[in-house]
């Protein structure tokens, strides 16, 4: 499968830790996304990257949050000192070309739980 | 600021029937494109269909199509001969010439047997 992965695809933590998810893009894909998606809400835009070079960082991306993308490949988004109000799931996207008409595609997202 | 607002947080239609989601947007942008995204249930989105805002034609894709107004800033999806298969969530989008995309909160789409 050529698709976005994401790793895990749940993940329960107790307030206060630190958790890390990993999203693999479509290969050769040059642009990474992350979005946070809360119940009934539609996707928030939270950060994107040019291959390794993070280009934007939402305001939703507290300083407990940061995300990397180190040989522009995969990238993994951790969050610190977890909060409740963290719970979302977690959906990265990719897309090929650095492009206004380009598809982003979407991975299977993580779904977070912070008890 | 860009915003999208999706005004039908769920719609019902008979299988085989046609439905029309509505989506509006505001933007002072020139350059921007427009998307639906379906979202089943436990699974991932996926782009159901595009429109670039300097094209005048609507989009179409198989069942699927677009009325986009551009003047009063409306960007609504048809599905024709509807399936249980398009039963999901389905997003309408914004992405302006910046890369980021902005959604809206969604319509729930139920297909009735």
């Known amino acids: 499968d050529t698709g976005v992965s994401q790793d895990p695809r749940h993940k329960i933590t107790k307030r206060g830790q630190n958790v890390t998810f990993r999203c693999d893009p479509i290969s050769e894909h040059n642009r990474l996304y992350w979005y946070r998606q809360t119940l009934g809400q539609g996707p928030e835009f939270l950060t994107y990257?040019?291959?390794?070079?993070?280009?934007?960082k939402s305001r939703l991306l507290s300083d407990r949050f940061s995300a990397e993308r180190p040989k522009g490949s995969f990238s993994t988004l951790e969050i610190q000192r977890t909060e409740q109000g963290d719970s979302a799931m977690y959906l990265c996207?990719?897309?090929?070309?650095?492009?206004?008409?380009?598809?982003?595609?979407f991975g299977p997202g993580t779904r977070l739980t912070v008890l | 600021a860009q915003t999208v607002t999706q005004s039908q947080p769920e719609m019902s239609v008979q299988e085989a029937e046609t439905v029309t989601l509505s989506c509006t947007y505001d933007t002072s942008e020139s350059d921007y494109y427009l998307f639906w995204y379906k979202q089943p249930p436990s699974r991932q989105m996926i782009l159901v269909i595009r429109?670039?805002?300097?094209?005048?034609q609507n989009a179409t894709e198989n069942r699927f199509s677009v009325n986009f107004q551009k003047a009063a800033k409306s960007f609504s999806l048809k599905i024709s001969d509807s399936q249980l298969g398009d039963a999901a969530m389905y997003f309408c989008a914004y992405r302006s010439a910046y890369d980021k995309i902005i959604f809206g909160k969604g319509t729930r789409l139920h297909i009735l047997p």
């Open positions: 429109q670039e805002a300097y094209k005048q």
């Open positions: 990257f040019q291959n390794e070079a993070q280009l934007e």
């Open positions: 996207a990719s897309s090929p070309r650095p492009e206004h008409t380009d598809t982003q595609y």
